[in-house]
């Protein structure tokens, strides 16, 4: 019985410790992270973005950055960030969200991984690449 009870305490301490992506961290990825670096002005309050790797293919750059948030001595990854950018285009930044995520933020990164674009399969293919590589097992 008590080897049951602390099975299911680590599993509830485990399941309810998983990152999940809000609608606020979303779109701090997409728009305001981007904001904030052109303006000079460092991380948003209580967050840190963190280089994680790079990789290019001809025309094609993709970088991964991953968001941390900071509560207290508490480090959590709560999304990562993807930049992809084709030479002569705009850079793209893509959240990756967590996979505990709101229907809302799941669809929004569903949704512009399929943004029609003459791109779209040497994108994605990088995209793949990069973040392939940082996959644990």
């Known amino acids: 019985m008590k080897k049951a009870f602390l099975f299911l305490l680590t ?27 052109d303006a000079g002005l460092g991380d948003k309050k209580g967050y840190k973005m963190i280089d994680v790797d790079n990789t290019s293919s001809g025309e094609r750059t993709a970088y991964l950055k991953k968001l941390l948030k900071i509560t207290g001595k508490t480090r959590k990854i709560v999304a990562y960030l993807v ?4 030479q002569g285009d705009a850079e793209q930044y893509i959240c990756v969200p967590s996979q505990n995520s709101s229907q809302w933020v799941s669809d929004s990164y569903w949704e512009i991984l399929h943004k029609p674009k003459t791109d779209d399969s040497e994108r994605l293919r990088l995209i793949t690449f990069l973040l392939s590589r940082h996959l644990t097992w």
């Open 83 to 86: 930049i992809y950018q084709k």
């Open 11 to 37: 599993f509830i301490i485990t399941f309810t410790s998983f990152s999940q992506t809000t609608m606020e961290e979303y779109n701090y990825v997409i728009k305001g992270y981007k904001i904030l670096k």
